[in-house]
């Protein structure tokens, strides 16, 4: 390779095949597209600890199961290794986030539930019982159908171990109330099905 061509292949922003050497540019950019950006979220309760994460089942279109894990843990009680999948976001990549505390787990997952184009984005909520695995309490939050969407998840067990609150990110409007975050507080929310106080603000 002559001098000249050398310097063009340096000063190039693609390193062409033509330079004796791969498109490592292009290879990069196809790989940061395919890259799953999934951070799974840990808690424990009653001595345990558990592992909420999502697997991506299909790629054409995309879907993922979103699966709670005992790991176990020095004085859990219970089998290490059992799971339960607690929802598939379809077409969307989910975002998870969990507390617990002794009375259980609280797992909460922004999904899509069908890969149709009207199907919104919300946040899946649960109460998780941690020796059976079993869902105790549904308590997905959703903006007002059809544009409000909620993007974003964040749970927290208030001190007094039985209130939850949740805040958020969300476009549209909740109960016909524009905003760009939400929050969502849950009185008893290990034993009591009652609805939060629920609303958006900017």
Not at 105 to 113: D, H, I, N, R
């Amino acid at each position: 390779m002559n001098k000249f061509t050398r310097a063009v292949c340096l000063g190039s922003a693609l390193v062409v095949s033509a330079c004796g050497g791969p498109e490592r540019v292009e290879e990069e950019h196809l790989a940061q597209q395919e890259a799953a950006f999934i951070f799974p979220s840990t808690a424990t309760s009653q001595g345990c600890s558990f592992t909420l994460n999502a697997t991506q089942v299909t790629t054409a279109p995309p879907s993922w199961n979103i699966t709670l894990t005992r790991n176990g843990g020095t004085g859990c009680p219970y089998t290490a290794g059992q799971s339960v999948v607690l929802g598939t976001s379809n077409g969307y990549e989910p975002k998870l986030e969990m507390r617990g505390n002794a009375l259980g787990l609280v797992p909460a997952f922004v999904f899509k539930g069908t890969f149709s184009g009207s199907s919104p984005i919300r946040l899946g909520l649960k109460h998780v019982d941690p020796a059976t695995l079993a869902v105790v309490r549904d308590a997905d939050i959703q903006a007002d159908y059809p544009y409000g969407q909620i993007t974003t998840g964040n749970p927290s067990i208030q001190t007094n171990g039985t209130t939850v609150n949740v805040v958020g990110n969300m476009s549209g409007t909740i109960n016909g109330v524009s905003g760009i975050h939400y929050s969502a507080t849950f009185t008893n929310f290990f034993t009591s099905t009652t609805p939060p106080n629920l609303y958006a603000f900017n």
